[in-house]
């Protein structure tokens, strides 16, 4: 499986912005499709974004898109999101997952390795 380790969480006015960085390593990296969700207090994980093997390929939820842009680096086996105009409503922690082989998905079940997670906090 892949190690993801999150980074780059924290505390943040609402507004603002913050850029979520998932550091990669164990496997071939550019072989993995990734995705990125969150989770709240009580709430289920909910899926943010995607990006194929070679970031051609996005998908976004309809909650950030425009907000929210994935992207990855694969000479430096990192994936990020960078978040802007942060709301209260986007408190949780983040994961990065990564599919072997896989094309970018919304379904958390597509994703075999996770990260431990990143803990984003927005205050007002």
């Known amino acids: 499986q892949m190690q993801l380790v999150e980074s780059g969480g924290g505390l943040v006015q609402a507004g603002g912005s913050l850029r979520l960085s998932c550091a990669a390593s164990?496997?071939?990296?550019?072989?993995?499709?990734m995705g990125w969700f969150r989770q709240a207090p009580g709430k289920e994980h909910e899926f943010l974004a995607a990006?194929?093997?070679?970031?051609?390929?996005?998908l976004y939820a309809d909650s950030v898109k425009g907000r929210f842009t994935i992207s990855r680096d694969n000479a430096k086996n990192t994936l990020y999101l960078q978040m802007n105009s942060l709301k209260l409503e986007d408190t949780a922690v983040y994961y990065c997952?990564?599919?072997?082989?896989?094309?970018?998905?919304?379904?958390?079940?597509?994703?075999?390795?996770w990260g431990q997670g990143t803990q984003v906090t927005v205050s007002s």
């Open positions: 990006i194929g093997w070679i970031g051609r390929i996005t």
């Open positions: 997952a990564a599919d072997y082989k896989g094309l970018p998905g919304r379904s958390r079940n597509e994703y075999e390795s």
């Open positions: 164990g496997r071939t990296f550019s072989d993995y499709a």
